[in-house]
Nanobody, 119 residues
Framework: QVQLMESGGGLVQAGGSLRLSCVAS????????INWYRQSPGKQRDQREM??????????NYADSVKGRFAISRDNAKNTAYLQMTNLKPEDTAVYYC??????????WGQGTQVTVAS
């Protein structure tokens, strides 16, 4: 059974940085894509925003709201994906979720990690 475990969230001042990690229980090279989503306060699960994606072939996409500030990467040897977040803003406050899409279009979610940015 595929499990994803996020870590690295916390409380940070505006302008600060955090690096989130997502460790998978299976080789991440088996996924067609790994995504980071966030669920802002007051939003429902179906209103989660996709923040960044990295695809199996290596292409990367970012939401406009985080371009130039966030960077997604992966380390296949460690079965880990990362989200480096810099110049954080209060509006980045959210629970951040790792999501992986399998080759058969199955999707998997982690439990989430809280990021709080104080102004």
């Amino acid at each position: 059974q595929v499990q994803l475990m996020e870590s690295g969230g916390g409380l940070v001042q505006a302008g600060g940085s955090l690096r989130l990690s997502c460790v998978a229980s299976v080789p991440i090279s088996s996924f067609s894509a790994i995504n980071w989503y966030r669920q802002s306060p007051g939003k429902q699960r179906d209103q989660r925003e996709m923040v960044a994606s990295i695809f199996r072939a290596g292409s990367i996409n970012y939401a406009d709201s985080v371009k130039g500030r966030f960077a997604i990467s992966r380390d296949n040897a460690k079965n880990t994906a990362y989200l480096q977040m810099t110049n954080l803003k209060p509006e980045d406050t959210a629970v951040y979720y790792c999501n992986a899409v399998g080759m058969t279009v199955s999707t998997y979610w982690g439990q989430g990690t809280q990021v709080t940015v104080a102004s």
